[in-house]
């Protein structure tokens, strides 16, 4: 015997992907793998012509190079009184129902994904992230390490503004998610966290070009101590964060303004409490801050009338004279306004302290606890 296939069936044509004319004749070790080679050697040895084999497993060569392993029989026959060998691929009802179920439940995951209106995304590393290494080195791979999106849905093309006709799994990951300092802490946190994080941030890049400020759920797949694959969800916090950044840049200028004013402020809670201060503040009483913080305002500007402890915190503008005190002794009169702060904190107020003439020389008692 040479060796050659003669025959074949229909389904198994259909499993392999082979044309008929090119699989009759052809050596069986171009189509099998060399344990299949070895199997069917050694059944041709043991069987007489007009038996069959039990079910074998036979794994073939596709004609795109994928091993496909089927359930078979061997059927030997006389031709021109010669043996040959029938190899016949036989249906398995509990694989293909298996099969059939799996496909099924792809398509429903599929459409729960597309269906979302929350933007979930996925990335495959086609070269898997190496997490033995130090945190550099893995930081250095999840930028540079082969990888593509999968799994991506419709919101998420949305969320970065990708036309209908564009594919996401087309898009290189570096497009969307570059490597910056910002990126690099969430890859930092995400690694600290056993690569898995909520509310994480990221500044991601839309279609366009643009940047946005994106928070991040994210879980992962490791497996024998490689990142296969990182998947989670997005939300777009830009307005956030760029409102945030004008808070911050507002309160930088108002630190900056008051820092020059020089006029005294406070800032006081409904009790008196001293909650925060200028520095023109520290200078009229000769003390640090640490030193006025936390203390009853009244300790350096006493009320000059009775009625004035019981409405200056109506939610009315009071103004009044009153007698400021130096840690020194000094005492100097000095012009006070009062207001209620436009705020969340209803219970805050702004005192403003202006000296109105020269000190004068009388002294008073130290006051109580500071030097």
């Not at 070269?127 to 893995?138: R, Y």
């Not at 300790?299 to 915190?313: G, I, N, Q």
């Amino acid at each position: 015997m040479n060796g050659l296939i003669v025959g074949c069936s229909d389904y198994l044509l259909k499993l392999i992907r082979w044309q008929r004319r090119e699989l009759i004749g052809a050596p069986v070790r171009e189509v099998v793998n060399t344990e299949t080679e070895q199997l069917i050697q050694s059944q041709l040895a043991l069987r007489e012509p007009g038996q069959q084999s039990a079910d074998l497993p036979l794994c073939f060569k596709a004609a795109d190079g994928q091993e496909i392993i089927v359930s078979g029989r061997i059927c030997m026959q006389q031709r021109a009184g010669l043996p040959v060998l029938f190899l016949a691929g036989l249906e398995n009802s509990a694989s293909a129902e298996i099969i059939h179920n799996l496909k099924e439940k792809a398509q429903v995951l599929q459409e729960f994904l597309d269906a979302s209106t929350e933007a979930i995304w996925c990335i495959e590393f086609t070269e898997p992230v190496d997490l033995s290494q130090n945190e550099m080195e893995i930081i250095r791979q999840v930028f540079i390490n082969e990888c593509h999106w999968s799994m991506c849905n419709r919101a998420m093309a949305r969320f970065y503004d990708i036309p209908p006709d564009v594919r996401v799994d087309d898009i290189p990951v570096s497009m969307i998610f570059q490597r910056n300092a910002m990126n690099e802490t969430f890859i930092r946190n995400l690694i600290q966290n056993d690569f898995n994080i909520d509310r994480s941030l990221t500044i991601d890049i839309k279609h366009d070009g643009s940047a946005k400020y994106v928070e991040n759920n994210v879980r992962s797949h490791i497996e024998n101590n490689y990142l296969r694959r990182l998947w989670g969800t997005v939300h777009d916090v830009t307005d956030f964060k760029e409102q945030q950044q004008h808070l911050v840049h507002s309160e930088a200028v108002i630190r900056n303004v008051l820092t020059a004013l020089p006029d005294g402020v406070l800032i006081i809670n409904r009790k008196r409490i001293i909650k925060a201060l200028n520095p023109a503040a520290q200078q009229l009483f000769g003390l640090a801050s640490g030193a006025i913080l936390e203390q009853d305002f009244t300790d350096f500007l006493p009320f000059p009338r009775p009625e004035l402890s019981r409405s200056w915190a109506n939610g009315e503008a009071h103004r009044w004279t009153s007698e400021l005190r130096h840690q020194s002794g000094i005492v100097s009169p000095c012009d006070v306004r009062v207001a209620q702060l436009d705020s969340e904190e209803e219970n805050q107020f702004v005192l403003s302290i202006r000296p109105v003439a020269a000190r004068y020389r009388g002294r008073v008692p130290r006051i109580s606890g500071h030097p």
